[in-house]
């Protein structure tokens, strides 16, 4: 997995976040994954009821220092929408963000952004 990793990072220069359920990753030994500086990206839903945004604790993410991203349920409901989507929380601020989605490098905007908005 970290070999298929390392063509993506350096294909594109972004380090991907490492996404799974917490029931996997109790499973099974990833701990070289989270040594290797990949973020978590968390999945567990719980009992999945039906839920909007809100503030939640991830479980622990076991072999990682930290978790990312926690996905915590796949049943969102948001106002104006009518159909379930996946919500997620972000445990980070913009420039965090930024560094996950670029790998620390500015984005040009994209030129066909740029002719179809610009």
Do not use: E
């Not at 970290?2 to 799974?20: A, C, D, E, V, W």
């Not at 099974?28 to 290797?36: E, P, Q, T, W």
């Not at 503030?55 to 990682?64: L, S």
């Not at 104006?80 to 490098?105: C, E, R, S, V």
């Amino acid at each position: 997995m970290l070999q298929l990793s390392s063509r993506f990072i350096n294909q594109t220069g972004i380090r991907p976040l490492f996404y799974t359920y917490t029931d996997v990753l109790n499973a099974y030994d990833f701990s070289a994954i989270g040594k290797a500086n990949y973020g978590l990206w968390l999945a567990d839903y719980g009992k999945n009821a039906p839920s909007g945004y809100r503030d939640v604790t991830p479980p622990a993410g076991r072999g990682f220092p930290a978790v990312a991203m926690y996905q915590y349920t796949s049943n969102g409901v948001l106002p104006n929408y009518d159909q379930h989507l996946d919500l997620n929380i972000f445990y980070g601020d913009k420039p965090a963000w930024d560094h996950y989605a670029t790998g620390g490098q500015p984005t040009p905007p994209s030129p066909t952004l740029k002719r179809r908005f610009g």
